[in-house]
């Protein structure tokens, strides 16, 4: 079984500052992840995944995350946060099992950038 | 180029009725995925479809079930509803084959509501 949790359901950041979003992920053997946004009413957009390599991914919008195999985590981050920035933000665990994408999402965290 | 779309947009139900949601996907992507998304949650898998042929179920009843056409749109029907059905529901396609490292493009969503 694959999951993926999202401890804070709400972060909040002041326009400017760097910001981080929580993620860890339990699977059997080497998961790919995601992270991805939904703004209201909308739906889900990719931002970046991770692979395979370098722990360091960057994204769109200014947006990165770093793999930690270890500690089987997948922060996302970002050094500057900006008031449009707030939104949904879904990790996801997604694996080839049985012959389908299999993708789990974690239940999302609310970033709220403050001006 | 026109993302992925899909119809209709909001619709009420009342329990026990029937529904069907559509979705085209981006032109030259042949993999369909259905994910319903209740409020408050992530999204959950639900079906993936690649060249016309069912690959994966997520846990859901049989009163779910989902079908891909020659130009790779897709029905989500769903009978019988209960209210727990209430949700939005989200098809997404992907370019390449049947990967655990495909990114998902989302359409906007059908809101459905039971009464």
């Known amino acids: 079984a694959q999951s993926v949790a999202q401890p804070e359901d709400q972060v909040n950041v002041a326009e400017g500052n760097p910001l981080t979003v929580k993620c860890t992920y339990s699977?059997?053997?080497?998961?790919?992840l995601f992270w991805y946004v939904q703004y209201p009413n909308r739906g889900l957009q990719f931002l970046l995944k991770?692979?395979?390599?370098?722990?360091l991914v960057k994204g769109s919008y200014g947006f990165e995350a770093e793999f930690n195999k270890s500690q089987t985590s997948f922060h996302l981050k970002k050094p500057s946060a900006l008031v449009s920035d707030s939104a949904l933000y879904f990790c996801?665990?997604?694996?080839?099992?049985?012959?389908?994408?299999?993708?789990?999402f974690g239940t999302g965290t609310k970033l709220q950038v403050i001006p | 180029d026109a993302g992925v779309t899909q119809s209709p947009t909001h619709l009420i139900k009342t329990r026990g009725q029937h529904v069907t949601l559509r979705c085209s996907p981006i032109?030259?992507?042949?993999?369909v995925s259905w994910y319903q998304q209740v409020l408050g949650q992530g999204p959950q898998f639900i079906f993936q479809?690649?060249?016309?042929?069912?690959?994966g179920r997520g846990n859901f009843p049989d009163r779910f079930s989902a079908r891909q056409f020659p130009n790779y749109s897709s029905e989500l029907n769903v009978n019988a509803l209960l209210l727990g059905d209430s949700a939005l529901y989200l098809c997404?396609?992907?370019?390449?084959?049947?990967?655990?490292?495909?990114?998902?493009?989302f359409g906007a969503g059908s809101r459905l509501t039971v009464l």
């Open positions: 997404a396609s992907t370019l390449w084959g049947v990967s655990g490292a495909n990114v998902l493009t």
């Open positions: 699977v059997s053997g080497n998961p790919y």
């Open positions: 991770y692979i395979t390599g370098d722990n």
């Open positions: 996801a665990v997604s694996l080839l099992s049985g012959g389908y994408q299999k993708v789990t």
């Open positions: 032109s030259g992507h042949k993999s």
């Open positions: 479809y690649y060249e016309k042929e069912e690959r």
